[in-house]
Nanobody, 118 residues
Framework: QVQLVDSGGGLVQPGGSLRLSCAASGSIFNLYAMGWYRQTPGKQRELVATYPSGSNTYYADSVKGRFTISRDNAKNTVYLQMNSLKPEDTAVYYC????????????WGQGTQVTVSS
């Protein structure tokens, strides 16, 4: 069982920055592809950024150039640095871990609210 704890959300003005953290229960990065998703009321959860394999990264077009995913293997933590935030980035952000061996095994953090507003 993989446990993920999301943190770092909050209220920020447009143009501001936030860094989200996802602490995993153990050294799972070799076995799981890590990523961040977000969801707003009435919409499906959408992929924001991920490590699909190895050190490769993928970003949704809407955040490319503004968000950066990174990880600290020693701390078993994945980060999402969000810069130049826009009101449309407002959402609940969820950390995600998907098994590389069996993609049917997916785990989620509890989510952290990000609100971009003046």
């Amino acid at each position: 069982q993989v446990q993920l704890v999301d943190s770092g959300g909050g209220l920020v003005q447009p143009g501001g920055s936030l860094r989200l953290s996802c602490a995993a229960s153990g050294s799972i990065f070799n076995l799981y592809a890590m990523g961040w998703y977000r969801q707003t009321p009435g919409k499906q959860r959408e992929l924001v950024a991920t490590y699909p394999s190895g050190s490769n990264t993928y970003y949704a077009d809407s955040v490319k150039g503004r968000f950066t995913i990174s990880r600290d293997n020693a701390k078993n933590t994945v980060y999402l640095q969000m810069n130049s935030l826009k009101p449309e980035d407002t959402a609940v952000y969820y950390c995600n871990a998907r098994s590389r061996l069996n993609p049917a095994y997916v785990y989620w953090g509890q989510g952290t609210q990000v609100t971009v507003s003046s």
